[in-house]
């Protein structure tokens, strides 16, 4: 080999292992593509609330952080982006500067790595406990995320940060999601020249989603609202999801009440008013059923919407979500009609799934 062959070999292995060795980009702007682009359909799917803390932790500590997600793990491993509400910081640094009746933090690598096994891709940071051990909670939250290549939005060093969305690609499509919290304290909410959570003012909201939606295919807003353990809506609440899909949003993901709320279908969106608890760390005895929301989208727009009854009462399930079938499916599904009803939603049970087609008015159209 003559020395110039030899000189141009070792550019290309010096250009391999430089590629090799990159790093990605930070989520915060976009995900890598995944999946192939052939398949016309898009999954999204949505749980509520994510805690893994509180009188949950000697169960987590004993039997590790993926857990509570032997069960349910795979309805978010087969969708094309899976996204939750995470709850209490990852970290173990970090001071408690508001005096608060209930704070959480977790173990910030065990955690994130647990998350990411299971499936998720991005977490809603607008909450009422993202800043519970201060800004360097929220912070060591974010680079936990980041590590284990999760996304996050809603939250920031300053107001335009937290209220910035992330970008995912996925089959070709660019899907920006937005968060916001409408739950105390004030002092969590970001400002200007300070950190914090993004609060979803209406006219933030109606300009960020238009901003999202002329750089992304499908928008999806997340909002921490209402009032914790009752399924009556505050007039706020649809004030806010309306607007969001007015200005271009085609879903709305709800969450804080802790358990089920109604499904309204407006315009060509959803608006998923609170899907209950997902995995978290206490023994409520209010917080007993919940759901997964798939959201299955064609040529961008929602064509049907999957709610998967879960059971989530602690005292039964030991923080390890449970599926429901049968009669316990068909009560929750039952329940969740009959919160739907008043919104012109009809929501149909197809073995042991409920089902919202593109369509609510018409119920031959819901069975898919």
């Not at 799917?45 to 949950?56: C, E, F, P």
């Not at 727009?301 to 068909?330: C, D, H, S, W, Y």
Request: proline residues 4%.
């Amino acid at each position: 080999m003559t020395l110039i062959n030899k000189y141009n070999l070792l550019l290309v292995v010096t250009a391999q292992l430089l590629t090799a060795c990159a790093t990605h980009p930070e989520v915060r702007d976009a995900a890598p593509v995944a999946q192939d682009n052939t398949d016309s359909t898009l999954t999204i799917a949505a749980v509520g609330d994510i805690m893994m803390d509180g009188t949950a932790r000697p169960e987590f500590r004993k039997f590790g952080y993926d857990y509570p997600f032997v069960h349910v793990g795979k309805y978010l491993a087969r969708a094309d982006i899976a996204l939750g509400n995470l709850e209490g910081p990852l970290t173990t640094g970090g001071s408690i500067d508001v005096e608060k009746k209930y704070v959480f933090r977790s173990p910030p690598d065990k955690v994130a790595a647990a998350l990411a096994k299971t499936g998720f891709d991005v977490f809603s940071l607008a909450n009422n406990h993202t800043l519970d051990y201060g800004v360097q909670g929220m912070n060591d939250t974010i680079d936990a995320l980041k590590r284990h290549g999760l996304a996050y939005s809603g939250a920031g060093m300053d107001l335009a940060s937290a209220r910035k969305p992330v970008i995912i690609e996925r089959k070709g499509k660019r899907i920006a999601f937005l968060a916001y919290s409408l739950t105390f304290p004030e002092e969590f909410w970001a400002k200007k020249n300070q950190p914090g959570t993004a609060f979803g003012h209406e006219s933030h909201v109606r300009k960020d989603v238009a901003s999202a939606k002329a750089e992304a295919d499908i928008v999806i807003v997340s909002f921490h609202w209402g009032r914790e353990g009752t399924t009556e809506l505050r007039p706020y609440q649809t004030t806010l999801g309306r607007a969001a899909i007015d200005e271009g949003a085609a879903a709305v993901v709800g969450h804080h009440p802790h358990i089920l709320q109604g499904i309204e279908r407006y315009k060509q969106g959803v608006i998923l008013y609170s899907l209950g608890n997902f995995v978290f760390g206490s023994y409520s005895y209010r917080a007993k059923r919940a759901a997964i929301a798939e959201l299955v989208f064609e040529n961008n727009l929602i064509n049907t919407v999957r709610m998967i009854p879960i059971n989530v009462f602690n005292p039964q399930v030991v923080f390890q979500p449970q599926i429901l079938t049968g009669e316990k499916a068909a009560e929750v599904i039952s329940e969740l009609s009959k919160l739907s009803q008043p919104l012109g939603v009809a929501v149909n049970n197809d073995s042991d799934v409920g089902i919202i087609g593109n369509n609510s008015q018409d119920v031959s159209l819901l069975a898919q």
